[in-house]
């Protein structure tokens, strides 16, 4: 289970959350850009990029906007047109020089999947990858919604998939262990996620000890304030401190 996500992010995957589209990203990426316009220029790493539905939006503005994911399934649905600006690897070994980015951003929750210990020496590193001034953006769920409003199991037709998901709270963790049926062969599978729950003054404290200062938050995608009792996201925007700030 400590290496889930290397099984994963396949077309089951894809098939599941097939209905977070481009139209979600266009108004993601839409709203950041109004908040923090700097993301429209400079080299930006979308990182766990998926497909790539973020940078393509991001894209259409940031001609030096890149991606790097873990999954090349998920990479090998990407438009033909990113296929130059993406690379495949562990979140955790950027190959990147340090100082060097104007921004990062993690979209959908590709945050918290390691220990507390690699989470908190993976935003390090990331702080190290930016240059002066440059921006960090971590898009997760909120904490306390999830917490409080927990689904415990379901079930979940779409796209020729049948999913029964089982839920619990383990260890700091939220589980989420999937029985996967193919509609069309009755074959099933197993499949989990495991991602540490970080509630949002825990990130603001990790975020600033690695030499981060938060300057934004948002509670969902089309700008809303964030809220710990009702938003559903946590969207933290942070600034590289300088040297000033230390």
């Known amino acids: 289970m400590a290496e889930w996500f290397k099984d994963w ?3 089951d995957y894809a098939a599941l959350y097939g209905h977070r589209d481009e139209v979600e990203a266009a108004l993601a990426i839409g709203t950041i850009l109004e908040v923090a316009p ?12 998926g497909s790539g539905r973020h940078l393509a939006e991001l894209r259409k503005v940031n001609p030096e906007a890149f991606g ?6 998920l990479l ?3 438009p033909h ?5 993406l690379l495949q690897g562990d979140m955790r070994h950027v190959p990147i020089k340090p100082g060097s980015l104007a921004g990062i951003c993690l979209w959908f929750t590709p945050f918290g ?4 210990l ?11 990858l930016l240059r002066a001034e440059g921006l960090l953006l971590l898009d997760l769920f909120n904490a306390t919604r999830l917490k409080t409003g927990l689904v415990e199991e379901d079930v979940v037709e779409r796209n020729g998939l049948r999913v029964r998901s089982r839920r619990s709270l383990e260890d700091g963790r939220v589980l989420k262990r999937m029985t996967i049926e193919r509609l069309d062969s009755g074959a099933t599978r197993e499949a989990v996620e495991s991602v540490r729950v970080y509630e949002a003054d ?3 404290n990790m975020a600033c000890d690695c030499g981060l200062s938060l300057i934004h938050e948002l509670g969902d995608y089309d700008g809303s304030p964030f809220d710990a009792a009702d938003s559903q996201r946590w969207l933290g925007l942070f600034r590289k401190k300088s040297m000033a700030d230390h």
């Not at 020496?121 to 190290?128: A, F, V």
């Open 202 to 204: 825990e990130l603001r």
């Open 9 to 11: 992010f396949d077309a």
């Open 113 to 116: 999947y390691f220990s507390d």
């Open 76 to 78: 090998g649905l990407a």
């Open 68 to 73: 790097l994911d873990l999954s090349s399934h």
């Open 38 to 49: 700097e993301l429209g220029s400079g080299p930006v790493l979308d990182l766990g990029c």
């Open 118 to 128: 690699e989470n908190r020496r993976l935003l390090c590193r990331l702080q190290g």
């Open 81 to 85: 047109r990113l296929r130059g600006w």
